[in-house]
């Protein structure tokens, strides 16, 4: 996932959001917007993994074939950043 | 949480991934950028939250309250938009 | 999903969980462990589901055709169980 | 985190479920037995990220030092392992 392709993604998520309100606005069938929230969380998620992947295959595996402290930063940043994915 | 509440959480979260939009496109550390995707997850989820809650307290409950066949089929539906937010 | 349906599935993830713990015991690949975790996460939200349905179903819908003070309680009860869910 | 560590954690996270189990067995009230499998699965998710961290730190580290294709292949299965854990 390249960065044309992780904003190609993000401008499609924020129209499913702007979508959600337009459903919201129009008084539409509360279990249909839920379904386009569900969607647009998932998209959400999926731009995260993108993105995960793209920091480890580059930052961190950099900092780690270069040896020496940053390494063990970015490791422990990678890690916390999984954390806070999985609690949101 | 009432319809114009949840408009102004939509346009936040919506803001929000725009946000996320130009960390990408102005190259920002990709760190920050996962700890505001996990932070637009979670505000679209208190979204999800809301619409649900309201939805059980009035066309759920309505339909219990009325009896008949309907309370069944909204039952239901309550459920696996539960199911598809837990997913997501 | 009844209670016995409900016991026989919670036994099954305690047992994906002892198998986890036996995977780490005899030092297995973390990617298969961690495979394994994700398994049994989604096999006990499914119980959630199941048990939540049965909960709106049964607790919830009976409150709310009693109508009454209850019947709030219940519905707002119903709305934190699921957000506690999301979050976990 | 270390083995012993994750073990305690797990043998926690059994004792758990066969708590969630015995809430049904004895009819405990819903809302609560749901609460306990949010905590059952939040406990489960933080033995993830500790093995995950261990396996970054050590497995895919140590690849990535050596360099050449298992690197690579370390680094696709550890993103895949969190979209697992996001989906799970």
């Given at each position: 996932m390249d960065k044309d392709d992780l904003l190609r993604r993000l401008r499609?998520?924020?129209g499913q959001v702007r979508?959600?309100?337009?459903?919201?606005?129009?008084?539409?069938?509360?279990?249909?917007?839920?379904t386009q929230i569900?969607?647009?969380t998932r998209a959400l998620q999926g731009v995260a993994v993108?993105?995960?992947d793209d920091h480890l295959r580059h930052c961190v595996a950099d900092a780690v074939a270069a040896g020496g402290g940053d390494a063990q930063v970015k490791l422990t940043e990678a890690t916390a950043a999984v954390e806070r994915l999985l609690k949101s």
């Open positions: 499609r998520v924020e979508g959600v309100a337009q459903m919201v606005e129009g008084d539409r069938y509360c279990i249909d917007v839920l569900a969607a647009a993108g993105l995960f």
